[in-house]
């Protein structure tokens, strides 16, 4: 499974950007997805994640209602809708996805929330 994350940028407060994941490779194989993120001196950390065959969803405390995870199964590709942003969420984002023993991650990509 190869992940390739874009559509992070600059943008101030209050602002949005939608983050995309595309998925090529053995995605019949993929149970689970899910954005992370790592700010600087920061652990890696789950922002959401979905369960593959279903809705099943899970926010980090930090993000709910500001942050919407969707799938484009058609696609291949896993968004992330990022409203009201805060300066707290600068990081690198990092696409996942999770197969029987096996984790793949994406590239990142820089998310930056100016104040």
């Known amino acids: 499974v190869q992940l390739v994350e874009s559509g992070g940028g600059l943008v101030q407060a209050g602002g949005s950007l939608r983050l995309s994941c595309a998925a090529s490779?053995?995605?019949?194989?993929?149970?689970?997805m899910g954005w992370y993120r790592q700010a600087p001196g920061k652990q890696r950390e789950l922002v959401v994640h979905?369960?593959?065959?279903?809705?099943?969803?899970m926010y980090a405390d930090s993000v709910k209602s500001r942050f919407t995870i969707s799938r484009d199964n058609a696609k291949n590709t896993m968004y992330l809708q990022m409203n009201s942003l805060k300066p707290e969420d600068t990081a690198v984002y990092y696409c996942?996805?999770?197969?029987?023993?096996?984790?793949?991650w994406g590239q990142g990509t820089q998310v930056t929330v100016s104040s």
């Open positions: 996942n996805a999770v197969t029987l023993g096996h984790t793949y």
């Open positions: 490779g053995s995605t019949f194989s993929i149970n689970a």
């Open positions: 979905i369960i593959s065959g279903g809705d099943t969803t």
